[in-house]
């Protein structure tokens, strides 16, 4: 059986993608996830090919789950599965029941994640919606750093990839409308033993009311109107995170955001959002980075850090991340973690980082555009002072 060769790994299950071509599109790849899971479980193994029906002996597997979690995962890939021929479900077996179980139950947490973003990968800019660079994960992580002891709140959650290691977690709460991401999501909390309280359920109609929370960290999906049907005073996704999001966290809470560009200086409600925010001390820093990072979007986006207890009252860090990015091609960019952790940590200007204060914003009429606060000062009069207007 093979055991550690990971070249070797990566090749049996690329070719399960080719196995399910013939029988499936590409947004049932993701069946690939439940079928390693299985392996390591030793539920898939070499002696199903001696079963008259393998494919209904599988089915049966999926519909024994143990756990109720485990039900409704595999409720969710059933249909994929159901479409697989008797050939292709053959041929699965015998890839996998190569592949030593105890191994792969030993470094599951790793396949798993990296077959992820092979799948999300090949589905392009769809496959991004449900999953965001690992660099960009770690980065959050980071900056964050221990969450134990802390109640966790993780709205519009994609598969898991914040909470995923939130082992030591006072309470975590998440939520995922998407039934087929949410599946892949509460898999992969599964293979890295992470137990919390994750939802499939519009973060929207099902915000929580009552419980407070250290930290509330999203990601959610750019550009999402919110209907007129669902009577909020709220025009996007955005602004209602950060409203509504205010109100849950607790005396010493922070709340870590991946949003447009556009919530720094679009104006009518997002503006005075903007006013309620400085008046009230709670930027701490705001990240700004480039396009080229995320799957689903070439679009630049920004990392927004609110927090209640800021370490310097009254001022805000701004990081202009283009210096901690890598690019391998000229379309892709990569964080690069150690140095975005570094210039997000400043407490002084340097070519990367600002520290501004509430009056400067106050002064620019609360846009917070970054480059208009990494503009070189030069000496001369404001033509304002100069020139008169006239009609």
């Known amino acids: 059986m093979l055991r550690n060769n990971m070249t070797e790994l990566k090749n049996r299950i690329w070719k399960l993608f080719d196995v399910l071509r013939s029988d499936v599109n590409t947004e049932d790849y993701s069946v690939v996830l439940l079928f390693i899971y299985l392996r390591s479980e030793n539920l898939i193994a070499q002696h199903l090919l001696n079963e008259r029906h393998p494919k209904h002996v599988f089915i049966q597997l999926l519909q024994n789950a143990k756990s109720e979690s485990l039900q409704k995962v595999f409720d969710v890939f059933f249909p994929s599965v159901d479409r697989l021929s008797e050939r292709s479900v053959n041929n699965i077996i015998d890839l996998l029941s190569a592949i030593d179980s105890e191994w792969l139950k030993e470094n599951l947490a790793f396949v798993y994640d990296e077959t992820l973003e092979r799948i999300a990968l090949s589905h392009g800019r769809r496959g991004g919606e449900f999953i965001q660079p690992k660099e960009l994960t770690e980065f959050v992580k980071s900056y964050v750093g221990s969450t134990k002891g802390l109640s966790v709140f993780n709205p519009f959650a994609g598969a898991a990839s914040f909470i995923k290691n939130n082992q030591d977690s006072l309470f975590v709460l998440a939520q995922e409308l998407n039934k087929k ?123 927004l850090i609110l927090n209640k207890s800021k370490e310097t009252p009254g001022k805000i860090r701004l990081v202009e991340a283009n210096n901690c990015i890598s690019k391998p091609s000229p379309r892709e960019n990569i964080i690069e973690v150690e140095k975005l952790l570094s210039a997000s940590k400043q407490v002084e200007n340097t070519n990367a980082v600002r520290i501004i204060t509430n009056e400067d914003v106050i002064a620019n009429d609360f846009n917070l555009n970054i480059p208009r606060y990494f503009q070189e000062e030069i000496e001369g009069v404001k033509l304002k002072n100069l020139l008169t207007f006239l009609r």
């Open 181 to 303: 991401t949410w599946a892949i999501g509460q898999l992969r909390l599964i293979v890295h033993k992470t137990s919390v309280d994750f939802k499939c359920e519009d973060s929207i109609a099902n915000w929580p009311d009552q419980e407070k929370f250290d930290l509330i960290v999203s990601h959610p999906p750019f550009g999402l109107r919110i209907n007129r049907e669902q009577n909020l005073n709220y025009r996007n996704v955005e602004e209602f995170l950060l409203n509504k999001g205010l109100d849950l966290l607790s005396n010493s809470g922070k709340l870590v955001s991946v949003l447009t560009q556009g919530i720094l200086f679009t104006g009518g409600s997002v503006k005075r959002l903007r006013e309620k925010l400085i008046e009230e001390d709670l930027i701490d820093t705001i990240i700004s980075l480039p396009g080229g990072i995320l799957h689903q979007t070439g679009i630049p986006f920004i990392i």
